[in-house]
């Protein structure tokens, strides 16, 4: 049989705990190859959704298919093609970030070079350091080369990056671009809208456990969340529109401003950045609910 083209299947996901639902019936479709972020506002049922496929966490209810096998009931064999970066730093060790690098590579049939994962996270420097010495984002490093040490599949990424410096992103960015160019698939989470706009071939926006939208993070939120707009002053008043067309409207603009001999005042042509779609989702979806009549 053909593998499936999907390497994460989930419908109607489902997962309370006690009275408050965390996941609601949430769908998704993760294709082999692709890197996949999942956004969302705290506790919107991420880390449960993403734990869920990890087999680290039962459901309630729902079907969830990860490298074609249900995570509840898979065993080693299957753990061995997945990668897993939690959220939650791991103890604090007496051990060096060498020393459990190799030590997780042990775990695996077919691990990476533990020399070559140290150097793609950027622990070269750090690699006799005991863990518990490391700084948060070094201990952050260290968690990401645990989690591809494995060579895995796919990897789950649960806010990789918090607490990376600025330049640590940028190195991790490139370490999932060069994975992703070598077939891994990538299922990740974060709070760093740029850094879904750079790495992720779609997005999900997820919001009181549901899809609130899913697309490629150009694409996102439709045309219409997705217009231009130009500002401008005329008369000594602030102006603008949203509009489809921006250089038509600035050719008109410029055409009554007298161009080229003078200037439009004040010219200003934005496009909306992912951040911007995203807060609007989430504020609309926040106004909705607001709007929901009281049972
Ligand atoms: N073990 C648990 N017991 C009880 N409630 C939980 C548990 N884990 C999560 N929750 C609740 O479920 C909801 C979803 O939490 P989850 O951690 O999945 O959200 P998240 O989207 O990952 O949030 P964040 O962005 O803050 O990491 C939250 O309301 C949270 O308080």
């Not at 999900?204 to 456990?209: H, I, K, L, P, Y």
Request: charged letters at 30%; hydrophobic letters at 40%.
């Amino acid at each position: 049989m053909p593998a499936s083209p999907l390497a994460v299947e989930v419908a109607g996901l489902r997962k309370r705990y006690g009275d408050r639902v965390a996941v609601d019936g949430l769908d998704l479709a993760v294709r082999r190859g692709e890197v996949f972020a999942v956004l969302g506002p705290n506790g919107a049922g991420k880390t449960t959704t993403v734990e869920i496929l990890e087999g680290f966490r039962d459901r309630d209810a729902g079907h969830v298919s990860v490298l074609g096998q249900d995570p509840a009931t898979a065993g080693r064999e299957w753990r061995a093609r997945i990668g897993v970066v939690l959220q939650e730093a791991r103890d604090l060790s007496e051990a060096t970030a060498e020393e459990l690098v190799r030590h997780f590579a042990g775990y695996y049939p077919a691990p990476r070079d533990p020399d070559e994962v140290i150097d793609a996270v950027g622990l070269r420097e750090k690699a006799r350091t005991r863990v518990r010495l490391l700084s948060g984002g070094q201990r952050r490093r260290l968690d990401v080369a645990l989690g591809i040490v494995g060579d895995p599949e796919l990897l789950f990424l649960d806010e990789p990056t918090t607490g990376f410096d600025p330049q640590a992103r940028r190195s991790f960015w490139s370490l999932v671009g060069g994975l992703r160019d070598q077939g891994t698939t990538v299922l990740l989470t974060t709070h760093y809208l740029d850094e879904a706009e750079h790495l992720a071939d779609r997005v999900a926006v997820v919001r009181d456990g549901r899809i609130l939208a899913l697309d490629a993070p150009s694409e996102l939120g439709g045309r219409a969340a997705r217009r231009a707009v130009v500002r401008w002053v005329e008369d000594g008043e602030p102006r603008e529109v949203r509009t489809d067309h921006p250089t038509r409207t600035v050719a008109e603009l410029a055409a009554r401003s007298g161009w080229p001999d003078a200037e439009i005042p004040g010219l200003q042509v934005l496009r909306p950045s992912l951040e911007d779609v995203y807060l609007g989702l989430i504020g609309d979806a926040a106004a909705a609910q607001d709007e929901e009549p009281v049972a």
